[in-house]
């Protein structure tokens, strides 16, 4: 199989090569050396295996060149980010210069942009810099600076926050793999913005300028705001202007996916304008007048997008495939694929680890290998239901191929995906198209074929919202706090692969071994399940402004915090939900200031100022600072005062002081200063959670 389609060999082995650069810890610029090294020196013994026609030598040395290749792109990518971190790093500055090169991206409570460094001040002098950023603003900010606007901030950068909790998303990770390696806050009076006259031609920022040319179109056609929202986010890639209720609607649908400029809908639009242009082909040199026109909607497409990274991928896979179609009498469609797949991880080897990279890959790998199967299941003669049914088929091939990656990162299942999708797909199929026509048709100022392309984009926009709200109405519409682990993920993935192979070549010894497959996964899911389950554990969480602290007892977990937290359902999602889910938590217990509780393990009694905790052995305080002589382990301390001539009367130097988020600042300087003067261990939340063993 893998020698008729050659590049998904020459594929897995250079993203072998990214995946093993982590495990790599050294020094980047050391590695990248030796790495180029040994790269130049297998290239030798490939190209002379290659003209001593020795085949397996050769396979294998060029095979050990991917490998090294793939390894060596990361490592360079990872010494670029590095200089950036150096750059700033090194620099005692009290001042930026930078240019803003993103349209402003909105949030619930801020506005995000992606900056370059141009300048630092340092000791009255600016120095040349050149390192991105993110940077965000109030939402309700005065001045929202555009693309090409320069902005002065006052101030340094920071490092993106660290993940501080188990299971806590890597925020930091994210956006290394983007490439941004420092962020910053900006309150209004910190920055000033230089605006720039015609910084639209400029050829860096003609992108964003025709991303905002499309945006204005959009608002002064669609004049329904769900459905200017839903176009907005399809076409242009953001969310600002939708609202929860309907996120949330496509969320439960399992139709999320369409929300976010992606290769689904650079596909769609290929294959409506290949169908458009397809008799183009027909002439002597038709096939690079197609070509020609093809690629240059799609990459009109992609600077309506604003060129953001998953649609610059997936434009480049398309124009893969383009050129394949136009040059060669028989494509093998996953070969195409490893073709593109390879081009995007030589341009950013970091791409690899971005989830809609992942998901995107996949489903298309899906629907190459797994809808033709599925298809054939079932051949209704009708067209209507010979069209739904191909539709069907197509969705359930691209979720099959990516549930379990999906189960991992999302820990959620919308059950009726396979009623849903068809629907959508069929309604994204002419929204689409008809957006782009929407922006050709205002530049033709045809009052009458401008109301004609409305109507049909408002009436699809329309539609596809109906739609998505539907499964809300009924019942056990979205499964949740599902979890996978990395091995589960792999296993299943394992199965699949083995199913596939064995229909494909007919093979059934295959498919009954790979019911030992299913055996050896159901055998780890449930061991892990099981010791997991009987595992008890406790944590005092990092989570800013609050103080919380998390006994695990089989399938509950009891929290004990201040009142804010209870009521901040997004510091619980982001911080604590997917550790509460890796631990199969079906029940959460909020501790109480008035409730006392003895259950074996933990035993809970209210005092004045606070809770005592008995938790295997350990004695745990958490609230206001007590002066007490009880022989406490650890002390979360939430507030309280101190006199300086006061001194601690803990019978010994064992408690551990912690610092939680609600001693912040001033205070936290403080009660630093005051323990450490007196040789109490002190521990920083800030710094991550603490693990009580």
Not at 122 to 140: C, F, N, P, Q, T
Not at 162 to 167: G, R
Request: aromatic fraction near 14%; hydrophobic fraction near 45%; include cysteine.
């Amino acid at each position: 199989m893998l020698s008729r389609v050659p590049f998904i060999s020459f594929f897995l082995f250079f993203m072998s090569g990214i995946l093993l650069k982590e495990c790599l810890i050294f020094d980047s610029a050391l590695i990248s050396k030796v790495l180029l090294g040994l790269l130049i020196a297998v290239a030798a013994i490939a190209f002379y295996c290659y003209q001593k026609k020795s085949h397996f030598y050769f396979g294998t040395a060029f095979s050990l060149f991917l490998v090294i290749g793939g390894a060596l792109s990361s490592s360079l990518q990872n010494c670029r980010l590095e200089a950036d971190q150096l750059a700033l790093t090194e620099k005692d500055y009290s001042a930026y210069e930078a240019i803003v090169k993103s349209l402003p991206e909105k949030r619930s409570k801020s506005i995000r942009l992606e900056i370059l460094v141009t300048r630092m001040l340092h000791e009255k002098l600016w120095i040349k810099a050149d390192v991105k950023a993110l940077v965000s603003i109030a939402v309700d900010a005065a001045m929202v600076p555009k693309p090409g606007d320069y902005m002065i901030v006052n101030g340094r950068l920071d490092k993106p926050v660290k993940s501080l909790n188990p299971e806590e998303f890597d925020y930091r990770r994210y956006l290394w793999n983007k490439g941004i390696v420092w962020t910053d806050y900006l309150p209004e009076d910190s920055y000033s913005v230089l605006t720039s006259e015609n910084q639209s031609y400029r050829p860096g920022l003609w992108s964003t300028a025709v991303s905002e040319w499309a945006d204005r179109k959009f608002r002064d056609n669609i004049k329904n705001d769900d459905s200017y929202g839903l176009v907005k986010a399809m076409l242009l890639g953001r969310r600002d202007d939708l609202g929860s209720d309907q996120i949330d609607d496509y969320t439960v649908s399992g139709t999320i996916h369409i929300l976010s400029v992606s290769g689904m809908h650079v596909a769609i639009l290929f294959m409506v304008i290949s169908k458009l242009f397809g008799w183009l082909k027909r002439w002597k040199t038709g096939k690079y007048a197609y070509l020609l026109v093809v690629t240059a909607l799609l990459c009109f497409y992609a600077l309506v997008t604003g060129l953001v990274p998953s649609v610059q991928r997936a434009t480049l896979m398309c124009i893969v495939f383009i050129i394949s179609e136009a040059f060669s009498r028989k494509q093998t469609s996953m070969n195409t694929l490893a073709i593109s797949g390879i081009l995007i991880l030589i341009l950013d080897p970091h791409a690899l680890y971005d989830v809609g990279f992942q998901l995107s890959f996949l489903a298309m790998s899906g629907i190459f290998l797994l809808y033709e199967s599925i298809d054939s299941i079932w051949k209704p003669s009708n067209f209507l239901l010979k069209y739904v049914w191909q539709i069907t088929a197509l969705s359930f091939a691209a979720q099959l191929a990516t549930f379990p990656l999906s189960l991992f990162y999302f820990h959620q299942f919308p059950f009726y995906f396979w009623l849903i999708n068809p629907f959508v797909i069929f309604f994204t199929n002419f929204l689409l198209p008809a957006s782009m026509a929407l922006l050709f048709a205002s530049l033709l100022h045809i009052d009458w074929l401008q109301f004609v392309v409305n109507f049909w984009v408002e009436a699809s926009a329309y539609l596809t919202n109906i739609s998505v709200s539907v499964p809300k109405l009924l019942p056990g519409y979205l499964i949740e706090n599902l979890y996978l682990d990395r091995v589960e993920v792999m296993i299943l993935y394992l199965v699949l692969t083995a199913v596939w192979y064995s229909y494909y070549k007919q093979e059934y010894l295959v498919l009954k071994r790979s019911c030992v497959i299913v055996v050896l996964f159901v055998v780890y899911s449930l061991s892990a399940s099981i010791q997991t389950y009987l595992s008890a554990a406790a944590i005092i969480h990092s989570v800013p402004r609050h103080s919380v602290m998390s006994f695990k007892i089989g399938n509950k977990l009891f929290i004990s915090s201040d009142e804010a937290f209870q009521r901040d359902v997004d510091s619980y999602k982001f911080h604590i939900k997917n550790y509460a889910i890796s631990q199969g938590i079906t029940e959460t217990v909020y501790l109480q200031k008035d409730q006392n509780l003895k259950s074996g393990r933990l035993n809970v009694a209210n005092m004045p100022a606070g809770k005592l905790i008995s938790w295997r052995g350990k004695i745990i305080y958490h609230g206001n600072f007590i002066n007490s002589a009880l022989p406490i382990d650890y002390e979360l301390i939430t507030g309280g005062k101190f006199r300086k001539s006061e001194t601690v009367s803990l019978p010994d130097k064992r408690t551990m002081f912690l610092l939680g988020g609600e001693i912040r600042g001033r205070k936290k300087e403080k009660w630093t200063a005051y323990l450490s003067g007196q040789n109490y261990k002190i521990y920083d939340l800030s710094e991550g959670s603490l693990l009580l063993h």
